[in-house]
């Protein structure tokens, strides 16, 4: 008897405890992209030896109350064009255990964070590029106040698959003053916060004096009062001569002043940034995008449409100096001008040049130098004619110094590019999206043409057709073509074609990805 | 001993049918650079729909648009609310103030600039739809827009 009832007893742990573990949430999500690569000398791509790239992600998170774990698989079989050949394998990349109280968070293993905006430390994931920068070790976040908050940091950083050399050590403060001192308003609000990172990596070479420990400190201030905003942040780094910025013997600076201001219908706000040789990783070695241990990102707009996008700008991390300005407006309805429906217009203006280079060779740090390495006016108007057809037409002039951009030269891309968006609407499933872009440059590859025809059928079916020409110089077509199904929280996508190689620039660095054709197909799930 | 058995299964069971998915106790920012809980989106009255989205994402601005377009009409039919959580980083997260303002959107607008509720929810692909019920649970998930799916979300929200 009394066997049965302790049998019956551990069963009743055992099912509480099974129960507990089930009432948590088991979720993930998978990401399958695969291309399957052809020979096209036409436009220069040539099929790997590997004729098929994969690229495979899995994870897996459980959470139950305060508790939380997880894991990320990823499988590079061989990696696509475009992304790092030594991304080739297959690895829990990704684990950790956290845990989540009001005062206390607590990660170990793998974690992602950001101090302030990135400019000193940003570790993240952009699956799309193939940049992981996640940090494996110790992150706690400590909130002994709701209006004050401080975390540290501590661990290595991911490198390919595996991890970096260097040891990296990291503390943000972050304070909200109004509440402080007592004042409570909701539209009103005043934030000062404070970092520090510190980056240790053995060096054995036979340079004497050389940092084996890179120190950097931010300061950031954020303003908030009504329809006006102001955030600022100021950053300063230790001298570290690498190959990846010539072994300079500068400090690195950042400066980042963005002010906004925001009416009824209207938003206006400004970004001024000035960087001076502020590539930062975890280890002094590393090149392309791994083991970035900031984030500067190129402050212009992000363009939509194809043609906007063949001379993109990378911040320029060694130096620049510029910002842009955006503006957002909306035309009242019934009204002149906005007619029926309303129409909306935005603009943006964007402008960058390096710095001055004084006459010890060292640049100074907020100067203007003599070469433009990029501006760009672009204006976008979005007019409804009626509830079954929409336009958005925009119109960009581009200064594109490629030379600078790429080499340190000085050859700049003067273009125009106009764009024509016809979105139609059959029925409340069925409607149909057109695009006609046209670019007019005399350099370079001189003139393009783009069309898209895009016909989707809600909730699962849409199927696209894309062509883009070269007609000024190359003569080479680029054509695209394919569908997707999506249900629920499952996407697929099967599509084709031919791919022009370009700059693909992420956080102060520019990658070059050539040229391929192929057939591609993709999932994504989640649940 | 069968019976015990049979209780531990059926115990199992019910767990398991119990563990419904609910929002994950992380932090975003409000467009006051306030930290607030995702757990805070939770309305105990009406069903609330949270959009992930960023200003440079085609299909968002137009899905964004279109439900905009529509919201007080089906708000008065069935109350709901809409949130929408940028995902925008720091190279784009300072438009998202003023755009919103700009193209006069109602909704309640959000940051999540390192993406750690994107990552908490498992979204890969944005845009993303979500509902959660009164009691925060996930009752409806959706990846992608096409042209009309609004009215897909608006059957799901209506029949809650």
Sequence with gaps: MKRILFITFCLFMVNVSFGQLLNGNLSGSFESNNVYYFNDNAIGALQPENKIGSNNYMKLDYRNGNFAAGIQYEAYLGPLIGFDPLLEGNEFVFKYVQFTNDLLNVTVGNFYDQFGSGLIFRSYEERGIGLNTAMDGVKVEFTPLNYLRFKAIWGKQRKYLKNGDGTVRGFDGEASLLPLFGINESSSNIQLGGSWISRYQDYTGTVEDYPKTVEAYAARMNIESGAFSLYSEFVEKDVEPTMGNSNSQEIGNALLISPSLIGKNIGINVNFRCIKNMEFRSEREAINQALLLNYLPALTRQHKYALANLHPYGAMAKGEIGGQIDLFYRLKKNSFLGGKYGTKISANFSYYKNLDVQGSGYQKFLSVGDKILFQDFNIEIEKKFSKKFKTVFTYFNMQYNKDAIISGGDYIINSDIAVVDLQYKFSYKSSIRAEVQHLWTEQDDKNWIYGLLEYSLAPHWSIFASEMYNYGETKKHYVNAGFSYARGVTRFLLSGGRHKEGLECVGGVCNMVEAYTGVSLSITTSF | ?160
């Excluded at chain 2, 069935?78 to 006069?104: C, E, M, N, Q, Y």
């Excluded at chain 2, 498992?122 to 009309?148: A, C, D, F, M, R």
């Design chain 2, 1 to 160: 001993m069968k019976t015990l058995l049979i209780f531990y299964v059926l115990g199992l069971l019910f767990f398991e049918v119990n563990a419904q998915k609910k929002l994950p106790n992380v932090n975003v920012k409000d467009l006051q650079g306030q930290i607030v809980s995702a757990q805070s989106f939770v309305d105990d009255e009406m069903p609330v729909v949270i959009s992930f989205w960023a200003t440079w994402c085609k299909p968002c601005l137009i899905e964004l648009e279109n439900v905009s377009e529509q919201y007080d009409d089906w708000k008065e039919e069935k109350p709901f609310k809409f949130i929408a959580v940028s995902t925008d980083d720091s190279r784009s997260s300072s438009r998202v103030k003023s755009l919103v303002a700009g193209k006069g959107w109602p909704f309640d607008f959000y940051l999540d600039s390192n993406q750690d509720l994107k990552r908490a929810l498992n979204i890969s692909l944005i845009p993303y739809i979500l509902i959660i019920n009164s009691k925060g649970e996930i009752v409806y998930q959706h990846s992608g827009y096409t042209v009309g799916d609004e009215y897909e979300l608006f059957e799901k929200i209506q029949s809650l």
